[in-house]
Each structure stands twice: as structure tokens, then as C-alpha cells.
């Protein structure tokens, strides 16, 4: 029987325990002896691996759907050579399908007494942080005969933001909000208005915004025109109970509302109106307040990036205390959650006027767009029941969106990639009628 791997080259040293020799392997060993001398070399040529020193550096944040690259320094302090193959464990999540293998495994020579660097680079597919595991090398000798084997806890965190892909939308919207704010001012005063300047009456001038006093200090009729107030208060509500954790498409229903609140927030701090985020589900699950206009966006996405739903239903009467004790007077409160039929009937709808009588309401949710194909479907019988299960689903979604419209809530209604452009719009309405 021929001795292969550690029992060879024990027994080449001298040193195989006496309960595993065995006397037919006196011949072998004979024929053996180079081999197991050249095994025994190897071993003894390969660097320790132990000893070796290594520290991280590199990305610790990254938007979902890009790149992160972490660098790991390794040192030999031994006499001898380094040469060997490093595999850099990271959660499967940390890589796009079947990318893992050749993004984490590294060949390194290092001489002796120097440090080398590599680069492993991330691609995450999911939001949140992704923890390193362990670093594990195996050290060669020459003739890569034998290896020494071990690992090192090299700590790191890179922290996933969420995408933010609704930024696209923010210059059109930023153009409309100057429009709002003195450039193309408002001829009627609302409630979220304020005086702005005079200007000559022009025909097709609202005959109320006249202002009589300046009138008749002047040869020429003079128009009182108002701007949207600044400073007013907005109040983001996510919904991280288990209707939150649908899938549309490919991606759950709570990441395409992150994706709206982003957009909002961006554009309600450039308009001047404070900005605050509350998720809850039966407890609160993030909470920024407080946050000045150049802070909010980047506390908002750090916050929302370890956000996940949870699988149990929401307590609107908690949600509602809470959303009551964190918005001061006179808030938009934006609540991002279902129209489901259930949730909201049984849920929102008997707490709603608790939120309506102090605060100005706007509810979005996200539509499934294969809703909309299954309506359209004909031609065969599973197509025509599909579309007849559709255009009740539809109908059920469109009876719930006007129960609360008439409950003085507006209501935002779109799918996934037109959530946050719609919901930016009705912002921009409120500021333009002057009820915000």
C-alpha cells in the first residue's frame, strides 16, 4: 500500500505513529524515498501561513447595482516565499449569479519581509450590510507538492444603499419647483401661500388678487401675486408590514416606495420644507427627524438601506399614534403603504380622521403592472378569467382609493417605475394650489 499526503511524508521524517506503520510498507518507502524527501522539502518551503499579517481597506458604502471594491493587505513576515491562493468569503449576496468564484479567489507571490495588495470587488444584489466572513490561504512550496492551510478574520462592512434610480426625474422637477417659487408666481392666495409682490393687471387676471390701496397710489391696476410657503413640514411614513413585502416585478413593494420617498425628500428640501421619515409596521423600524436641508438625503437613504419588511400585519392605530406624536401641526403626512382592500378598510380608515383633522394626507401605493396586462388579456378561457379576476382587483383598488378621496386624502395610484415621478407631482400640485 503506498503512503500518500501527511502519512508519506511522516514516515520519510521518521515519524509515523507506531500504530499506523505497517511492515509491507517497508518496500514501498524504499521505492518512495525521493518522493516522500521531495514531499517533506515542500512542506518545509512553504510559507507559514499563520503568521501572516492582514488588514483591510476600501468601499464601505455602495448604491445597490454598483461595484464596491475592498482591498486586503497581506504581509510575510517569514523567511521565505510566498506562494499561494487566497479565497476572500463574503455573503452570496455580496455577487451577481456566478461571479463569485473567479471575484474571490486570488493567487499571490509575495517575497519575503513585503506585503502585497489585492482588490476583491462586490457587486451586492440585495440592500443592507454585507459583513466579510474569513480570509483563507493556502501556502505552497516550490513544487506545490504540499500546503499549509489556514484562515483569518479580517472584519469589514459594506453597507448597501438603496438605488436611488427616480433621481433621473429630479432636474424636470426642480425646474417646475422654481416655476412655483416667485419665478411664474400664483395669482390666487391659499393656505400655503404667501404675499410675494405687485404687478400691472393684465386681462384674464383674477379680479380678487386686485390690490385696491396699491391701485390707487399708482396710474395702473396692481396685482397682489403669492408664492408657496417655505418651511412647511413633511412627515414620510413607510408601511413595513407584510403587504410591504409583495413583489412587483422583481423587486418588493417597501424598495419602490424607499425609491418615492427618495425623490420627495430631494425635492422637498430643495423647495425648503423640512423633512422627516418614520417606518413602522407594530414598532418603529427607522425614525430620522431633525436633519438639516444638505443632511437629510444622505441620513434618509443611510437609514432606509438595513430596511427590510416584516411579515406581520401593521397596527394602524400605533401607526397613527406615532406618526401624531413625531409631525408638529399642520404636516403633510405622506403614508406609503397598500390600498388593499382589507388593510385599509379595517385598518387606516377608522384612525384616518385622527391624522386628517391636524394634518394634510397623502397616501401612495404601488400598482402591480401585470394587473394592467391580465385586464387586457382575451382570446382564451384562462385569459378571459384572469382578466375578468383583474378588472375586479382594479375595481376593489379604485373603490378604496375614493373612499379616501372623500375623506379629503389624496391619493397616488402608480406602478413601480411612475410611483415616484406621480408622487413628486402631487407634491408640486399641493405647493401650486397653495394647500401645503
Not at 427616480?166 to 424636470?172: A, C
Not at 416655476?179 to 393687471?201: A, M, N, W
Not at 401605493?365 to 401585470?370: C, K, L, N, Q, T
Amino acid at each position: 500500500m503506498a503512503l500518500t499526503g501527511r502519512a508519506a511524508l511522516l514516515a520519510a521524517l521518521g515519524t509515523l505513529p507506531v500504530g499506523l506503520w505497517d511492515p509491507s510498507w517497508t518496500g514501498v518507502l524504499a521505492v518512495n524515498t525521493p518522493l516522500a524527501l521531495a514531499c517533506a522539502c515542500d512542506f518545509a518551503l512553504a510559507a507559514p501561513v499563520r503568521r501572516l499579517g492582514l488588514t483591510r481597506s476600501g468601499e464601505t458604502s455602495v448604491r445597490l447595482g454598483e461595484a464596491a471594491d475592498v482591498e486586503v493587505t497581506v504581509t510575510n513576515p517569514s523567511g521565505r516565499p510566498l506562494r499561494a491562493d487566497l479565497r476572500d468569503a463574503w455573503p452570496p449576496s455580496s455577487w451577481q449569479h456566478g461571479t463569485e468564484t473567479a471575484a474571490s479567489r486570488h493567487h499571490l507571490t509575495i517575497p519575503p519581509g513585503e506585503r502585497r495588495r489585492f482588490t476583491t470587488r462586490l457587486h451586492p444584489t440585495r440592500r443592507g450590510d454585507h459583513h466579510s466572513d474569513r480570509v483563507t490561504i493556502r501556502s505552497y512550496g516550490p513544487l506545490r507538492l504540499f500546503a499549509r492551510q489556514g484562515t483569518h478574520r479580517v472584519p469589514w462592512t459594506v453597507r448597501v444603499l438603496p438605488p436611488f434610480a427616480s433621481r433621473k426625474y429630479l432636474p424636470s422637477k426642480l425646474a417646475r419647483l422654481r416655476e412655483l417659487d416667485g419665478r411664474t408666481s400664483v395669482l390666487t392666495r391659499g393656505q400655503g401661500t404667501e404675499f410675494d409682490s405687485l404687478r400691472d393687471y393684465v386681462p384674464g387676471d383674477d379680479t380678487r388678487s386686485i390690490d385696491w390701496r396699491a391701485t390707487a397710489r399708482r396710474s395702473t391696476v396692481a396685482i397682489r401675486t403669492w408664492r408657496p410657503e417655505r418651511d412647511r413640514h413633511i412627515l414620510l411614513v413607510l408601511d413595513t408590514g407584510r403587504t410591504s413585502a409583495g413583489r412587483v416585478g422583481d423587486t418588493p413593494r417597501l424598495d419602490a416606495s424607499m425609491d418615492a420617498a427618495l425623490l420627495l425628500a430631494a425635492l422637498a428640501s430643495r423647495a425648503g420644507d423640512r423633512v422627516d421619515l418614520l417606518a413602522y409596521d407594530r414598532r418603529v423600524r427607522a425614525l430620522v427627524q431633525g436633519r438639516s436641508a444638505g443632511d437629510v438625503l444622505p441620513s434618509l437613504v443611510n437609514a432606509l438601506a438595513t430596511l427590510e419588511p416584516e411579515l406581520i400585519e401593521t397596527d394602524a392605530r400605533g401607526l397613527t399614534s406615532t406618526a401624531l406624536r413625531t409631525a408638529p401641526r399642520s404636516s403633510l403626512i405622506v403614508l406609503l403603504t397598500s390600498l388593499d382592500k382589507a388593510p385599509v378598510e379595517e385598518g387606516l380608515l377608522p384612525v384616518l380622521s385622527r391624522l386628517t383633522k391636524r394634518h394634510k394626507v397623502l397616501v401612495a401605493s404601488v400598482a402591480d403592472p401585470h394587473i394592467e396586462k391580465m385586464a387586457a388579456g382575451r382570446g382564451t378561457v384562462e385569459a378571459v378569467y384572469d382578466a375578468a379576476a383583474a378588472a375586479q382587483s382594479q375595481s376593489e383598488r379604485r373603490h378604496t382609493a375614493e373612499q379616501l378621496t372623500r375623506r379629503g386624502v389624496t391619493v397616488v395610484d402608480a406602478t413601480p417605475n411612475d410611483l415616484a415621478p406621480a408622487l413628486a407631482d402631487a407634491y408640486l400640485s399641493l405647493k401650486a394650489a397653495g394647500r401645503l
